[in-house]
């Protein structure tokens, strides 16, 4: 069986939230789950250091956010990998197309990624997409602009 997770992060990857704030954000997500079963699920996650929020099989194509170009999976692979034994100290990469400077955070995924220190997660949310009036929400709780992730593994 599939594990499937709706995950909120904040866009800038090296911030995380206090205690207040992050439970804020996560009550106001409970409330938007559509039962208790999706609600058991949720968890706040602080990490020392940047991780990849990974969509899991979801993902279908990684694009430069300049050229539009697509990535291949080997690149990324080799770069995420690159920037995790220098402990994430920097996403920046230089993309193999048009040579922009970028962070790795910036990059378009295609189903929605990034990396981050905080997560709000969901095992088994029961729902689909949050909408961008959710998402508003879930910031104006953190106190910053988030993303989600449907993680499907």
Known sequence: ??????????TDP???????????????LSGMLPD??????????????VEVVHCGTNLEKISCPHCAAEFTQGWWGNVVSERYDE?????MVTAPCCHAEMSLNELVYDWPMG?????????YPNRAW?????LTSLADALGRPVRQVLIHG
């Open 1 to 10: 069986m599939s594990d499937n997770y709706l995950t909120v992060i904040p």
């Open 14 to 28: 090296y911030w995380w939230p206090g205690r207040d704030a992050a439970d804020r954000a996560a009550a106001v």
């Open 36 to 49: 208790d079963d999706a609600r058991r699920g949720l968890e706040t996650t602080w990490h020392d250091s």
């Open 87 to 91: 402990g994430f100290s920097t996403l």
């Open 115 to 123: 990396f981050a220190r905080f997560r709000i997660e969901v095992l």
């Open 130 to 134: 949050l909408t961008d009036e959710e």
